[in-house]
């Protein structure tokens, strides 16, 4: 490799190297540090680039997952944007996982339309979930369609996925669906998320369930364990009325007096 070359290589996997580190940092300090590797990203020589980025990561899957995000930052180039749609359809599944959840955490919006396949047929059902989760974290325009379609397949293996997507997006085109599964799902769970889904749309026998469901109690037995969904709850009402939220049992309280206070 030439001198120009080996050292591109060495710069991204500078890059790449902060990426991984950073995951062990907070929200806020990893926003900053990718912040900072997007700028120098922007600015590599696009000559040779593919290659140095091959280099770059070497043997290390976390590398590769990282890699995702330098090349978010390069789709002028077209191969670039290949790369990624051949890494999204590599024969192992956890390395598709890996790069779908990169995706959706680096909110690299970009690769959207890569996921409709993922979502309607891959044949690893945890990279279909992923994808699903994704989607519906990123809220892209160009699989919302893909959801749908699934949605009116009725697969209930996907059903609570499904929920938790379209209650992200929440829009006209989600309703049916949100609230046939709210209406006839046998599971609390899946009531639940369609209700926070419908209850973001205004519907007010959705939010009646939700409060409601703050008093949902765990329930345990001899050989059973059943946790009840009062949190779930009661961070969809939070969502749905811009209330502060914890994923701690306390804000179930806090909930409870805020619908006392703020919506008698």
Partial sequence: MRKEAQSLALRIRGLLDRLVACRQLSTDEQEVVGDEV??????LPR?????????????????????????SELTDVPEVVDRIGEWLRD??????????????????????????????????????DVAIHAAGTLKADE???????????GDHDLTWRLAS??????TEDCRPYLNEWFQTDESKSTRVVAAWGLGKLGDEKAIAYLIHMLDDPDRRGPTFSEPGQSLKAAQALCDIY???????KSYVAKTVARVRGELK
């Fill in 47 to 71: 000559e040779g680039i593919l290659e140095a980025i091959d280099t770059a990561i070497g043997s290390s899957e976390m590398r590769r997952q990282a890699a995702v995000f330098i090349l």
């Fill in 91 to 128: 024969p192992d599944p956890q390395i598709r996982s890996w790069l779908i959840q990169t995706v959706m955490y680096w909110r690299l919006k970009q690769y959207t339309p890569f996921l409709n396949d993922i979502i309607e047929s891959d044949p690893d059902p945890f990279c279909r």
């Fill in 143 to 153: 699989n919302l369609p893909t959801l749908l379609r699934l949605a009116e397949h």
């Fill in 165 to 170: 997507a379209l209650k992200d997006y929440a």
């Fill in 242 to 248: 811009e209330w502060p939220f914890e994923w701690n």
């Fill in 38 to 43: 997007a700028a120098e990203a922007r600015i």
